[in-house]
């Protein structure tokens, strides 16, 4: 039970956090710069200030405790927002911004996104520097909540109450193959698709939505090859008979790369929205309002984006 006379100290949390996000107390000591005996006397603070463990040794790590898990966002929130307001009373200059952004990307949106976006940053804010990430579904919404990353670019996500989001765009899909393809000339039929063997990327094993909404219909493709990066996918499609289905924007890219046609994909496929997300936390942050804005600018730009947009 909880001691109503024990007093609390706002840098506890500081301690709860550093151990939930790097799951031990020698790298939460590392992280806040304290000695290991600080730590360990702040977490037995906190042990009687909840009275609940917390967290509970497994291996090396630490694990959380469901009061600790139950707390956390919380905490986090809180913190992020003191973080949040003591920068607000500065006056906010790109120019002199030293920070580092980590963004949640897929490769295809990596690859035409950066090269406009470090352009702009080169010359607002040349201390900025750039992370670029890739991050199961399931975990975009505990990072952001973290703070360990600041921004993700994805497909429409599963999206808790803390974090925002913003329509970007709409993206849509296209079959890509060699330029002498014996399918390349001509209309792309239905059944020629289907016929035709392909080449399938996937970084963490999950089945295409394309494939799903075939399985429904009781149809399916030959998938010969499994990629975890659509560049290496499309080379293969480059020189083999392989068909490659894709976003436009990244096949448009590519193929100034690569002796590559495209055709329009014939089975009808809504339009898939990406969005950009964040935790609610960062609200308030001008130099991640800044970031966040020059990143959609910069994605807005893109020729590759306007031509997918387009169609």
């Not at 579904?137 to 996500?157: K, Y």
């Not at 393809?181 to 063997?197: C, M």
């Not at 990629?227 to 020189?239: D, G, L, R, T």
Request: proline content about 6%; some cysteine.
């Amino acid at each position: 039970m909880n001691r109503p006379g024990l007093r609390m100290d706002l840098n506890l949390f500081r301690v709860l956090d550093a151990i939930y996000t790097h799951g031990g107390i020698s790298a939460a000591a590392r992280a806040l710069h304290l000695t290991q005996p600080a730590i360990t006397h702040s977490l037995n603070r906190l042990r009687e200030l909840f009275g609940d463990p917390l967290f509970v040794r497994q291996g090396n790590r630490v694990v959380p405790t469901d009061k600790a898990r139950t707390v956390m966002a919380e905490v986090q929130l809180h913190l992020k927002g003191l973080q949040a307001t003591t920068r607000m009373q500065s006056a906010f200059r790109a120019a002199e911004l030293d920070r580092q952004f980590s963004v949640g990307f897929r490769d295809v949106l990596e690859s035409i996104a950066f090269p406009p976006l470090l352009a702009r940053i080169e010359k607002l804010a040349p201390k900025v520097r750039l992370v670029s990430r890739r991050i199961a579904a399931g975990e975009v919404e505990r990072e952001l909540g973290a703070g360990t990353i600041d921004l993700v670019i994805d497909r429409r996500l599963p999206a808790g109450p803390r974090l925002t989001s913003e329509h970007l765009l709409d993206e849509s899909l296209v079959v890509v193959m060699r330029r002498k393809h014996p399918l390349a000339a001509g209309t792309l039929r239905r059944s020629d698709y289907l016929n035709a063997r392909h080449v399938a990327v996937s970084q963490l094993g999950e089945a295409a939505p394309l494939d799903v909404l075939l399985a429904q219909d009781g149809r399916s493709r030959e998938i010969r090859l499994v990629c975890q990066h659509y560049f290496s996918a499309c080379q293969v499609a480059a020189a083999t008979d392989l068909l490659l289905t894709m976003p436009r924007s990244c096949a448009t890219g590519f193929s100034q790369l690569l002796p590559i046609a495209t055709q329009p994909l014939p089975i009808k496929l809504k339009p898939i929205p990406i969005l950009a997300y964040w935790h609610q936390s960062k609200n308030n942050d001008r130099a991640h309002e800044w970031f966040r804005r020059l990143l959609i600018e910069a994605i807005g730009a893109a020729p590759e984006f306007r031509v997918s947009t387009a169609h």
